[in-house]
């Protein structure tokens, strides 16, 4: 798991611990802690490798600045040349800090902690430790959904990755993809996966993986009823505390969970990035039309050759009439919405599609054009979440 500064409020050791400067230093990411003892006093002779790691959590008792204060403003100097995420110290030999160091930090968004009590060093490293290799899981089953994306397995590999999500999933199988605004950070798709896994009754028949900006919501029942996967589908959004109005999802149709897991996560993968590509809330996979004939092809050469050579004008200096061809199919050829979304006078759209014609296939009719731009477009856009 990527930690940060601010992550550290998160674990329960460092509910104690001030924050006494370098506030705007939050953001800086943690890789792991080291111990700081005489490694900055005067005379010490240490080569830059033996110091400190950076992007670490210096952890400090400042025994090499007991008697003389001064070498602290110092040690900070040299930890920012490292690259050093953050200290925190104990105050047992130093109570406060200097003003001039206190002054730097916040300057150099070099955040300081102090030990809140009597917490041990080793407990603090054990915490962050854990807390830094926490999720690896989920980053490995992230590895095994892209290989189920790329269609890399077969459905009984596939059904494997699926028993070890959940052993306990029912015979029949509908996958939901949902992107979440609120949701959107790794930390926080990582804390979904982390709350739902924490929820043993809903466990039984659903899971919840992280995938990239998406979560995938595995549903299962011993029926086809859709109105009952519908309603588990509304019990872990209320239990996960996630508003459908911040959502944007795509579903798949119900499969046979032995054989038809790969399949579930690619439909409500695809049928979720069409949703989000027509700003819609929702769509099925079943209702997506012509996206479902250049989804399963999406990877083919053919295909993306097609794509490329159709529209190889407009990879130069052409972004907008590539964003005007987009909008344009977007909105199913309306003219009138095309201009709204494109903040453009009528005429304006018009000469861009008359560009755009005449640059890419002027052998065609206008038919023959609207349906090859099309195919070719949807394509381009689809291959923006590969």
Known sequence: MKLTVKDLFDIPIFKNFKLLAGAGGLSRPIAKTDILDFEFVQGANMSRDEILDEHSLVLTSLLFAKDDHSLILDALKKMLALNVACMAYKPALVRDLPKEALDFADAHNFPIFQFGGDEFFEDIIFEVNRALTEGDDIFELEKDLSKILDGDLTPKEEFKIAKKINPNFKKYMKVVAIKDSRHSGENDLVALVKKMSSMDKLCKKAALCKFRDQCFIILSQDTVNEDRFKALLADILFALQINQDDICCGASSVHISADGFGKAIREAFWACNVAELENAPMRNYRDIGI???????????????????????????????????CTYILARGDLELTCAKLFCHKNTVRYRLAKLHEILDPGSNDKEFQENLSIAIRIYMLTQFL
Do not use: F, G
């Open 291 to 325: 996206y479902r004939l250049i989804v399963p092809e999406i990877h083919s050469k053919n295909v993306r050759d097609y794509m490329y050579e159709y529209l190889a004008p407009l990879w130069n200096d052409k972004q907008e009439l590539l964003d005007t061809a």
